[in-house]
């Protein structure tokens, strides 16, 4: 069993029923179905390969009934499904367009049926109405050539390549096939509008808006389809058509909205003509309030209230109102004919998409932080929240070797724990796919960053970067960062906070301002005892236990103190971790890995070092064994697995690892690891970039450096691991188990890609390697990919590498030993037994390198044909 959820609610635009009843969302490569009364879940529509991008509801003109639920959805995996979203089967029709879809609409679901066009029962269900009818939709697809690639577009809306990998291109679903022609060329896939009667199809693409007018009947070329260009001096980012199919409404990158009046209406002897090259104006001469140029509209007006970029427009249903909203937070409410507005601030993030639902009242506004808020605006206010896990912005550069949690296990419940851009702390339930509950940090009105990607432009300058938990839950200790403004300022908070009785709520109970003289970078919990363990770069690492030695207001207070301090050298302390039974507590000091005394805080002994030293910056004991394992990054990453008993390297891989999590019931741990050889863009030193990297999951027994089993994931950087014991065979018969399945069945490992995404699984189960990214398809997709398996098979024994290839690399060629060299490895030590005494009875180093030394040297005596030496 695998549960998948978590991801973006908001990527894409949602979409209603019919009836209102249910919101459908586009969620990785599902669509989720939820229930606008209870926020939750009721189904998933499962068959796409790749994101789905789009999806659009039949409406009721063409069902003929509002309780009917069908609809099309378009993937990256460049097909479009035909769907009954009333039940979990798999889609009805499949039709193959072949390149990734990124927008797409269907002006013809929108067109009013004639009077004789009457489908039937059967009709119904296959959606087949008629050979003669059209099933037209626009697409904006990648088009790009083998061997192309693409940059992102610059910021004032210019390309920034000659490869338009872009093209927006009509497809016919009957046939399946392109009708001949090329809309219009773009560097990225520009998103698509329609009109409510399915008349216009609308683009906005650099400084300009592109209006075609859709033909009422089938053409076999683009070039019949009629298109409208109206310019702008700023680059538009959205565009949107009223009811009446008269006004076509854009938004500019600077905040501005303009409003085209009767676009595509000029009268025939007002259109220019070309002569010999030239234009010649006949008529009258067109003279249009705020209309640049020959743009082919009556008027033009303009309406300004935002600071920043329009990212979502939206006329009402009856063209009244025009609702936008931007980065600000705040949906504004037009009335065109006045030009009045009316706000409904604070929402939350910046706003990306304006749904209307079938209620006219009613509209679902999605935000970037992962919510979509209903707002009824008969009364302004905010009657249903549907909440995602809540984006977090990476750290800066400057705080790379930070640990910082990017999610963890509340043991109470075992709810994943992810911290927020809104300096909170968000539980959501893994298994459900469900918002819990949230506890707001540090007090903060968040609003969101800049749609622009200006190099000025600063990210959030408040992070929430570690979170830790006592071992039975009552108690979480987390510290929040504020970053220096021009290297002024610039604060750390450590708090403790206790857990509510019943609830999952904290009250907080000790704060400490500055703990450390520079930045923490770990922050980590006893595995029995109430304490904790602080690193910082200022070369300390503090123990923390809880005090109740105050008094406040006549009562005994319980509060927390540092109760003992530790150094090594005076290097930055990176990491830090305890043992399973907490006696023994390891502390990263850069490259060097130290073990102490949590209680005493007394040193026991150092690791020895690696061949080549680098930062550590992951450490972890493994359960139930006498083993340690660290990861550093840097030039030359490395992933190390010592032997305590002996204080050896039981084995070492030059492994980039971006995540390390360990098994508290089974003597596994697990790491994310980045593989492969990029092509491109290395650093300075000639090592590759971990960042174009591929991105592999491994569950390791550490005496072995060969992994268990391994998973190819998507968005490995950024990602995470953590161990839950939430049962995912509790539906499975004892029989379906293997003997080492069935013995660690209570151990699941949540895997969290960069962009929130998760999956659940049983890293015992081998029947699950694969791709975590990708899930499978069901219904007729299954069998046909059954009936090619054992070719699939066939193929992937013939070229497959293992998985330790995968992760390491090829493995070098043995070298034979010549046999002189296998006798001078049998031969007597050569210097001796100089150093066999203890080592206080030894002399200095200073006395004995020197005979050290030469007992290693060959001497040689330089003779002259004679055998004798020469004179000096």
Not at 737 to 764: H, I, Q, W
């Amino acid at each position: 069993m695998v549960i998948r959820g978590g991801g973006s609610l908001v990527r894409y635009q949602p979409a209603f029923s019919n009836d209102g009843k249910l919101l459908l969302v586009c969620k990785s490569a599902l669509v989720t179905v939820y229930s606008t009364d209870t926020s939750l879940p009721v189904r998933h529509l499962s068959g796409h390969k790749d994101a789905v991008t789009v999806v659009i509801v039949v409406p009721p003109h063409i069902t003929k009934d509002v309780s009917v639920n069908r609809c099309y959805t378009a993937s990256m995996d460049g097909t479009v499904r035909f769907w009954n979203f009333s039940t979990d089967g798999p889609a009805l029709k499949v039709y193959k367009v072949g390149h990734p879809i990124e927008y797409m609409v269907m002006p013809s679901l929108l067109r009013p049926l004639k009077e004789n066009d009457v489908k039937t029962e059967e009709e119904e269900k296959t959606e087949e109405k008629g050979k003669n009818e059209e099933l037209i939709a626009y697409v904006s697809i990648y088009y790009l050539i083998e061997g192309q690639q693409v940059r992102a577009e610059a910021v004032d809306g210019t390309k920034a390549t000659d490869v338009f990998g872009g093209r927006v291109k009509v497809f016919d679903l009957r046939s399946q096939r392109f009708l001949n022609g090329t809309l219009v060329k773009t560097t990225t896939p520009q998103p698509l509008a329609v009109s409510s009667a399915g008349s216009f199809v609308g683009m906005t693409w650099s400084r300009k808006v592109y209006v075609w007018r859709v033909p009422p009947t089938h053409t076999d070329h683009v070039k019949c389809i009629t298109l409208t260009t109206l310019n702008h001096t700023k680059v538009c980012k959205v565009v949107t058509f009223d009811p009446s199919e008269r006004v076509v409404s854009a938004g500019d990158h600077t905040g501005r909205i303009l409003c085209w009046q009767s676009v595509g209406e000029r009268r025939l002897d007002q259109i220019p003509k070309v002569k010999g090259g030239n234009p010649v104006q006949r008529g009258p001469k067109h003279n249009a309030s705020g209309v640049r140029g020959n743009d082919d509209a009556a008027s033009c007006t303009t309406y300004h209230w935002h600071s920043n970029a329009v990212r979502a427009l939206c006329f009402s249903v009856d063209g009244t109102y025009l609702f936008s909203g931007g980065s600000e937070g705040t949906l504004v409410i037009w009335q065109p004919e006045t030009g009045k507005q009316q706000y409904r601030p604070r929402l939350g993030g910046p706003l990306v998409y304006i749904t209307q639902s079938p209620d006219p009242a009613l509209f679902a506004i999605s935000c970037l932080d992962n919510t979509i808020k209903f707002i009824n605006l008969g009364t302004s206010q905010v009657e249903k929240v549907f909440q995602g896990i809540k984006t977090f912005t990476p750290l800066p550069a400057s705080l790379e070797w930070i640990s910082n949690t990017r999610v963890i296990l509340e043991p109470g419940e075992e709810k994943l724990a992810f911290p927020t851009d809104n300096m909170g702390l968000q539980f959501y339930d893994g298994v459900r796919d469900w918002h819990t509950a949230e506890v707001q940090i540090a007090p903060r009105t968040y609003v969101g960053v800049d749609f622009k990607n200006d190099e000025t432009e600063c990210g959030p300058s408040t992070f929430v970067t570690h979170v830790a938990f006592s071992c039975d839950g009552s108690t979480m200790a987390t510290v929040d960062i504020c970053l220096p403004e021009e290297e002024i300022g610039g604060t750390a908070s450590l708090k403790i906070w206790d857990r509510h009785a019943s609830l999952l709520k904290y009250t907080l109970s000790t704060i400490v301002n500055d703990p450390h003289g520079a930045d923490i970078t770990s922050l980590v919990y006893h595995p029995t005892k109430n304490l904790f363990v602080t690193c910082s770069l200022d070369a300390t690492f503090k123990i923390w236990v809880q005090s109740s030695d105050f008094s406040a207001e006549g009562e005994t207070a319980t509060g927390w103190m540092c109760r003992s301090l530790g150094s090594y050298r005076r290097k930055q302390i990176l990491a830090a971790a305890f043992s399973p039974d907490g006696t023994v507590l390891a502390v990263a000091a850069e490259e060097l890995v130290t073990l102490w005394n949590p209680f005493t805080n007394g040193f026991l002994t150092s690791l020895v070092a690696l061949p080549f030293p680098q930062k550590i910056k992951h450490l972890a004991f493994v359960h139930e064994t006498k083993y340690l394992v660290a990861t550093s990054t840097g030039k030359k990453p490395r992933m190390t697995v010592w032997h305590l008993p002996s204080l050896s390297i039981r084995w070492s891989s030059p492994v980039y690892v971006e995540a390390l999590a360990v098994d508290p019931r089974n003597p596994v741990f697990a790491v994310i690891a980045l593989t492969g050889r990029p092509t491109s863009e290395t650093t300075e030193e000639g090592y590759e970039n971990p960042v174009n990297r591929k991105s592999v999951v491994a569950v390791f027994d550490p005496e072995d450096p060969t992994p268990i089993s391994a998973w190819s994931l998507k968005e490995g950087i950024g990602g995470s691991l953590l161990f839950s014991s939430t049962d995912l065979n509790q539906d499975r018969e004892e029989g379906d188990l293997s003997d080492e399945t069935a013995g660690k069945r209570n151990s699941c490992l949540v895997v969290v890609t960069g962009s929130r995404e998760y999956v659940m699984l049983n890293p015992f189960d081998k029947k699950k390697e694969g791709e975590l990214s990708k899930p499978k398809a069901k219904g007729s997709e299954a069998g046909a990919r059954r009936s090619g398996r054992a070719k699939k098979v066939a193929e992937k024994a013939e070229n497959r590498a293992s998985v330790y290839q995968a992760l390491y690399g090829n493995a070098a060629a043995p070298r034979v030993r010549e046999a002189s060299d296998v006798v001078g490895m049998l031969a007597p030590k050569p210097w001796g037994d100089l150093l066999n005494a203890p080592s206080h009875v030894l002399p200095p180093l200073t006395k004995i390198s020197y005979a050290f030394l030469e007992s290693l040297l060959k001497r040689r005596e330089d003779t002259d044909e004679t055998g004798m030496r020469p004179e000096p």
